[in-house]
């Protein structure tokens, strides 16, 4: 029989009750047993980092979220095992791994089901804050989509479902819509490619846990729900620990398989193929699993209820175009900061210096030819935010000049800038993190602006919450051009 992953919000049965339960009964075994809430979510990640970060005002750290374990502290080496501190980010292994743990969590949660007495078939459902942007739904389920369903508590625990409650969190919904937007990386044409912007499953990579250079679907909507609901959700090291991680993860995962039904493929490389990784399975015993075994849900054994383009955003023809028209894939700095700058609570400016127009092999029409030209792409690139703590979703804005209006290119989430920030970690060739958005089309509206002069161009970065004790330096900023 396959399961059906179904919406949170559609579903009619106990289904959260039971994960509530199962949560609980997972709680009280030792986190050397692989069927323990804790050993599952140090297979995500896991450190004991002391700094001090804010949820609602109070104060925690990975230390003190992962001090609450049964049988802490864990000997070293489980630490360093081959089954904890996994997870893949910054790579085109981002999608598979999760999609392999979220295989194993759920057949580890179903078999607790069973043994409390519940139903025997217990599947994982999806938290599908899409929703929020689907012009189908009125403004009123719009913004529930935004919300944490209500089992999972506010500012207390739901009474009937304490296990599904936890009290690192910097909030229950996401700020807004833009923190929610699934579109941008549902029209990409390739699964993976060069540029990270224009890859829907991540760039090229070996083993990647650590790595900073995120792919469109790991960046938005992944990332900013991770630092957006914030706290221990906003940590890689203990994000896992949050019973809505699991929802996050299979909507994730949903829209992956969204995206094949659309008509687009997986990359072919037999390297991404034949990656091999280690989990636990329902008995607790070692188990495998290869990219190439999990690129068909329903050989895993499940489906999803709703697809994405039955419940589709608004068809933005104008990228749909730029990311389709494919263009040369070559792209060239034509601007950039020339040092680093610390990111304040409030709007940031980045200074940009240009290059000599002769210096810039990219010609850019959407810099100043004519409105009837086809835009080439235009890139913003993130490099080198290195930093520590959680931040909230960052907005990227452009200006035309100092004092005219601001217009939002997109959100970048910050998921894992601790990590990868650390030089010990495994990726030793880039320090922090590296984010990419596509700025043709806010580009295209400035230019509309009569006082339009690309030299003039403004950069604006605004955390969506004060920073609080966390701190983000931004080791450049610059923009690539499509060459045509
Ligand atoms: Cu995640």
Not at 61 to 67: D, L, P, Q, T
Not at 147 to 164: A, H, Q, R, V, Y
Not at 265 to 282: G, K, P, R, S
Not at 423 to 447: F, H, K, M, N, Y
């Amino acid at each position: 029989m396959i399961r059906v992953r179904k919406n949170v919000n559609e579903l009619t049965d106990d289904t959260l009750l039971w994960y509530s339960k199962a949560v609980e009964s997972m709680k009280q075994k030792d986190i050397t047993d692989p069927s323990s809430w804790w050993y599952q979510g140090a297979i995500h990640g896991y450190g004991l980092d002391k700094r001090p970060n804010l949820a609602n005002n109070e104060s925690w750290s990975e230390s003190s979220v992962w001090e609450q374990a049964e049988g802490f502290p864990p000997s070293e080496g489980l630490v360093n095992s081959q089954f904890w501190q996994q997870c893949q980010h910054g790579t085109w292994f981002f999608l598979p791994w999760h999609r392999m743990y979220l295989q194993f969590f759920e057949a580890i949660v179903a078999k607790t089901v069973v043994e409390l007495g519940g139903p025997k078939d217990w599947t994982l459902p999806y938290w599908n804050y899409c929703d929020a942007n689907n012009p189908a739904l009125n403004p009123t389920e719009q913004l529930q989509a935004l919300k944490l369903p209500s089992e999972f508590g506010t500012n207390t625990p739901n009474p009937d479902f304490p296990g599904l409650w936890m009290k690192e969190r910097a909030q229950y919904q996401l700020s807004s819509q833009a923190d929610a937007s699934c579109s941008v990386a549902m029209k990409l044409q390739n699964f993976t490619a060069s540029s990270p912007a224009t890859s829907f499953g991540g760039v090229q990579t070996g083993f990647s846990h650590d790595s900073g250079t995120f792919g469109a679907v790991e960046n938005n909507p992944h990332n900013l729900v991770h630092v957006d609901i914030g706290g221990a959700m906003g940590d890689p090291n203990t994000a896992a620990l949050d019973p809505i991680f699991w929802l996050h993860h299979a909507n994730i995962d949903r829209l992956w398989q969204c995206w094949i039904d659309q008509g687009r493929e997986n990359t072919n490389d037999i390297t991404w193929l034949n990656q091999v990784f280690d989990f636990h399975n329902a008995d607790s015993l070692p188990d495998t699993l290869s990219v190439k075994d999990v690129l068909s849900t329903e050989a895993l054994g499940f489906t999803y209820s709703d697809s994405y383009s039955s419940s589709a955003a608004p068809t933005d023809s104008k990228v749909f175009a730029l990311a389709s028209a494919g263009g040369s894939g070559m792209f060239d700095t034509i601007a950039a900061t020339t040092k680093p700058f610390l990111l304040g609570s409030q709007s940031t400016s980045a200074q940009l210096e240009f290059l000599p127009e002769k210096q810039r092999a990219a010609q850019v029409p959407v810099l100043g030819a004519s409105n009837s030209q086809t835009p080439n792409q235009v890139i913003i690139v993130l490099d080198n935010v290195t930093g520590s703590g959680v931040v909230a979703p960052v907005s990227v804005y452009v200006k035309a000049s100092a004092n005219s209006e601001r217009v939002l290119v997109g959100k970048i989430g910050l998921f894992g800038l601790t990590q990868s920030s650390t030089p010990s970690s495994t990726s030793c060739l880039e320090q922090g993190i590296s984010i990419e958005l596509d700025v043709t089309d806010a580009l295209q509206q400035l230019r509309s602006q009569t006082n339009w002069n690309l030299e003039n161009l403004q950069i604006e970065l605004e955390p969506g919450r004060e920073l609080g004790n966390a701190s983000v330096t931004v080791g450049r900023v610059s923009i690539k051009a499509e060459v045509v």
